[in-house]
């Protein structure tokens, strides 16, 4: 028997919610960036989303349960890292046992906070391997958000894949970045995406129901931030010589942005939950602002209406909408062989929703396909090595989806 060792280097971002400081409602950020590629974004080209569920055309089995579970990823082996917001992280082998990660920061739990997003970065299977976390914490006035990294320290022993996990624990943590404000309540946004060449880091950050945010370009809230892989303002940024929270900002204007996924094109989506109705999948374009709470295709919760997209052409309209709303979740693009007619799709979770939903992206548009009636609330998804499907539901469930035979 060889037993060995695993060490990956794990960071850990806990985005810093901001304070609710009054901002300029009609400040939008430049629209000229030397990075911005040659595509346009136009109006919404399908526009309203929302499609008559339908029962899912998958065989579904429970593989797991978990504690108020927010996000799954895989790093090797068949091994995945689940977040608990109660502020645990859980290792599931390949052989389905699940152990604890020791040292894991205390986190502000409560409401929309607590232990967030996991994302392992490109280079993790090359000796350097480095995960993410994004996770909520204490701070005067409230909770926040920060980014750190550590070292995951996996015992396992091997022979042959799975390999038994005796034990993991973080070590050496440490903070790389912090929004620098904090704040009561609100979703947190707090979704890690890399860069497809690895070296930058993308991270969305909600407004946390505190509206002006979203507009004020000294804020992090309601933006989404590029970053490097050690926390700080991303070189090429559409404000980067501005210094501060606009040196980091690549878009502004949203509410709650959590999927985002890199089109094989290149093209950055994300989508977002909007306030009563008008969720959006949108294109995002750096330097672009994308409206709220300018704009909505929804209504504030308290009814009273929202200016729709229309009505402010020079603010970025979203692909596709969907009032009412569908709360999405995670989110991803699937490519895997498993599900040949999903291959190039986007797969969106939806909380509300209770559904699973297909929307087939190409070039610059956006087109639902179908949302399948799962009959719980879906915070995650996450394409497995072997292509198949994994669900995270609210309520703990993990679930494998599989072709029917």
């Not at 909770?143 to 091997?158: N, W």
């Not at 909380?351 to 699973?356: K, P, R, V």
Request: proline share 9%.
């Amino acid at each position: 028997m060889i037993v060995a060792r695993t060490s990956l280097l794990i960071g850990i971002a806990a985005i810093a919610a901001c304070s609710a400081s009054p901002g300029d409602g009609g400040q939008s950020v430049p629209r000229n960036s030397p990075l911005e590629p040659d595509i346009v974004n136009v109006p919404a080209t399908t526009g309203r989303a929302n499609l008559t569920p339908t029962a899912p055309p998958f065989a579904i089995a429970e593989i797991g349960r978990f504690d108020d579970p927010f996000a799954i990823a895989f790093i090797h082996d068949g091994k995945a890292l689940v977040t608990e917001k109660v502020g645990r992280l859980k290792l599931r082998n390949g052989d389905r046992a699940v152990v604890d990660v020791a040292g894991v920061p205390k986190v502000a739990t409560g409401g929309q906070g607590g232990l967030l997003d996991v994302a392992a970065a490109p280079d993790f299977m090359h000796g350097n391997a480095t995960i993410y976390l994004t996770y909520s914490e204490s701070g005067a006035g409230g909770s926040a958000l920060a980014l750190a990294k550590a070292e995951l320290d996996i015992d396992d022993e091997c022979v042959a894949a799975p390999c038994p996990v005796r034990g993991a624990a973080l070590r050496n943590l440490h903070v790389i970045w912090r929004s620098g404000s904090n704040g009561p309540g609100g979703q947190f946004g707090a979704n890690i995406l890399f860069s497809p060449d690895g070296k930058y880091l993308f991270l969305s950050s909600g407004e946390r129901q505190r509206f002006t945010p979203a507009q004020d370009p000294k804020q992090a809230l309601g933006k989404i931030l590029r970053l490097t892989l050690d926390g700080k303002a991303a070189p090429g940024n559409p404000m980067y010589d501005r210094g501060g929270v606009e040196a980091m900002t690549w878009t502004t204007g949203h509410r709650n942005p959590y999927g985002m996924v890199f089109a094989p094109d290149g093209r950055l989506w994300e989508e977002e939950m909007g306030p009563r109705g008008g969720d959006e999948l949108n294109l995002i374009l750096p330097g672009r602002n994308y409206g709220w709470p300018i704009v909505s295709n929804g209504d504030n919760y308290s009814g009273q209406p929202i200016p729709d997209h229309p009505s402010r052409p020079d603010l970025e309209a979203p692909k596709l909408w969907w009032n009412p709303s569908i709360s999405p979740g995670g989110m991803i693009l699937y490519s895997g062989d498993m599900f040949p007619a999903l291959k190039g799709s986007l797969l969106i979770a939806a909380l509300s929703g209770e559904a699973l939903i297909q929307v087939r992206i190409a070039g610059d548009t956006a087109t639902p396909v179908a949302q399948w009636r799962m009959g719980a609330r879906i915070r995650d998804v996450a394409q497995a090595p072997d292509g198949s499907i994994w669900l995270l539901e609210d309520e703990g469930k993990l679930v494998r989806l599989t072709p029917r035979t």
